[in-house]
């Protein structure tokens, strides 16, 4: 049975499960699927291909094809869209356009932790009614947005499909989707983790907010503020409200991992930052030990969203990007040139930690907390 969010007392804690997210329902059925899905790489065998078994388990899925590796993924945008739709009930201004981009960013930044170069891009655009797409200036963002973010990370952009779902997904709402296929060519360009070891330094790419992770909590936050989504943010050196922060778009780090390997640099492990927080940087089944060093700053609007949602700092880490959104394990002396690379391509980047032998734990010193095996089970 679908969980019931549980309501909190004004002023009380507000935690992810009680915004009707509940990992620890969906997570056992994830590894269930896990195990399913891996019966059948036997019939890869038959058009003589195989699994890269690694993979399993990863971000994105990887298939040894002989020359090459195709990589593949399928991603959906989750409830971002609800907040696009009450902001321009609220402004009259679409943000379709920014909606887009988190959707394809969704797929995208999985695909590339295999190390994959993206390729082609399929949209899922499912409507709870033939009306929605009646809408000319919401339509027109989504398909510029789409085609400015496929531009942005040089993917083409294959088809799709656009069902109206009436009875399925709610009136004048949109379920959106991407699915990704990529290259990893030449080979040794993968990345799964097999050559990651005590040692390797952590390099953390910055997030441009809440991302598309987090949603379901931020809007239940709503309920608490006097001005609702309109609710001017302190802290964020601007007249930005509280909806216009939750909707900066998500960044796109495959021109990141692109110019990274450019500069001849291949990162040994990668994790995208999404649910879970900061627990994906467990997400390697290896024993090993990261340690956290430096902790870059929270952007103005999850500072807002872990003040007035009256979390601790191992609640918002265990649900938020908290400032970074994608994580690179390299050789310690790439570790300060691969800061470079990102920031060259306008992404902010830091060297916050390292790899260390030792028990399977996070160990994020400036905080003073710790995560271990029990908090991150996707396998």
Known sequence: MPSTPTPAAPGAPLSYAQAGVAYDLIDPLKVRAQRAAADTAVHLAGHGFSEVSASRGESAYVVDVGPFYLASIVECLGSKALVADEMQRLTGKSYYDSIAQDTIAMAINDLITVGATPLIVQAYWAAGGSDWFSDAQRSQALVEGWKRACDACRVAWGGGETPA????????????????????????????????????????????????????????????????????????????????????????????????????????????????????????????????????????????IQHHAQQDDREAYSTFNMGAGFALFVRAEDALRTAQVAQSVGVPAWVCGVVEAGAKELLIEPLGLRFGTDDLQLR
Not at 172 to 177: F, S
Not at 235 to 253: E, I, K, N
Not at 283 to 298: D, G, N
């Open 165 to 304: 779902l009436a009875g399925i997904v709610a009136d004048g709402r949109i379920d959106l989707a991407a699915s990704c296929t990529g290259l990893i060519n030449p080979k040794s360009r993968l990345s799964v983790g097999d050559k990651l070891t005590p040692g390797d330094a952590i390099v953390l790419l910055a997030s441009s907010g809440i991302h598309a992770n987090g949603l379901s909590l931020a809007r239940k936050l709503v309920e608490r503020l006097p001005q609702g989504y309109l609710t001017p943010l302190p802290d964020a050196g601007t007249a930005q409200t509280y909806g216009d922060a939750l909707l900066a778009p998500t960044v796109l780090y495959s021109p990141v991992t692109e110019a990274l390997y450019q500069a001849g640099i291949t990162p040994h492990y990668c994790a995208n930052i999404t649910g879970h927080g900061w627990r994906k940087l467990l997400r390697h089944p290896a024993q090993h030990r990261y340690h956290i060093h430096t902790v870059p700053e929270v952007p103005p609007v999850l500072k807002f």
